[in-house]
């Protein structure tokens, strides 16, 4: 399942687009990992602090059969020390980063997306 408020992915891949801020994306992508059919397929923050702040944010979560209460309290803790930069001067590139690293991803569908 793909989790995104970037429009670019959206229009690329099929998703549950969220509209609204990076941190609604990821508070959603938690949502379900509580639920517990879910976990993360990948690391939902990125290394480098600029990148981390990114406003558009494109999650991957696999179905799972149990619980991952490690995925869960790692999030919570990281999640409320971000500050997503809100600035529009740079947004365009901002999605367009976010894309590339969902790309990146490996997915198998890399020839539909179009970042």
């Known amino acids: ?25 990821l508070r959603t992508a938690l949502d379900y990992v509580k639920g517990g059919r879910y976990t993360f397929y990948a690391h939902p923050f990125a290394g480098d602090v600029r990148l981390l702040r990114n406003p558009y944010r494109t999650v991957v979560l696999e179905e799972t059969d149990g619980r991952s209460t490690r995925d869960i309290a790692f999030f919570l803790d990281r999640l409320e020390s971000v500050v997503f930069d809100r600035s529009p001067a740079a947004s365009e590139d901002y999605k367009v980063i976010d894309c590339d690293l969902f790309v990146s991803l490996n997915l198998g569908k890399e020839d539909m997306i179009q970042c």
């Open 1 to 25: 399942m793909v989790l995104s408020n970037n429009d670019r992915v959206a229009a690329s891949y099929p998703c549950v687009f969220v509209d609204g801020p990076a941190d609604a994306v």
